[in-house]
């Protein structure tokens, strides 16, 4: 099995800044494309941003020049560096992870979420 265990949300003001970390661990034999998605009550998950095991990303037009995504390889990590957060960016975050497991066997999951509430 694969698990992601994220961190790093919290309440921070309009125009503030905020960093989430997503660990994987378990029987991992490739990390291929992790993302980060959020959630709002009563609406569906979206894509905040991805990023592949070579470093090429991809960002919803909402948090483009605002929030980074990247990796750390050798940790199975990856960080979400938001900056100039608006109240709209409250959410509960989630990150996924794809890729192979001990024996090839592909997986696609997901951790348990992280609030984020941008508020004054």
């Known amino acids: 099995q694969v698990q992601l265990v994220e961190s790093g949300g919290g309440l921070v003001q309009p125009g503030g800044s905020l960093r989430l970390s997503c660990a994987a661990s378990?029987?991992?034999?490739?990390?291929?494309?992790m993302a980060w998605y959020r959630q709002t009550p009563g609406k569906q998950r979206k894509l905040v941003a991805s990023?592949?095991?070579?470093?090429?990303?991809n960002y919803a037009d909402s948090v483009k020049d605002r929030f980074t995504i990247s990796r750390d390889n050798a940790k199975n990590t990856m960080y979400l560096q938001m900056s100039s957060l608006k109240p709209e960016d409250t959410a509960v975050y989630y990150c996924n992870a794809r890729g192979l497991r001990a024996g090839y066997y592909p997986y696609d999951t997901w951790g348990q979420g992280t609030q984020v509430t941008v508020s004054s």
């Open positions: 990023i592949a095991s070579g470093g090429s990303t």
């Open positions: 378990g029987s991992i034999f490739t990390l291929n494309s």
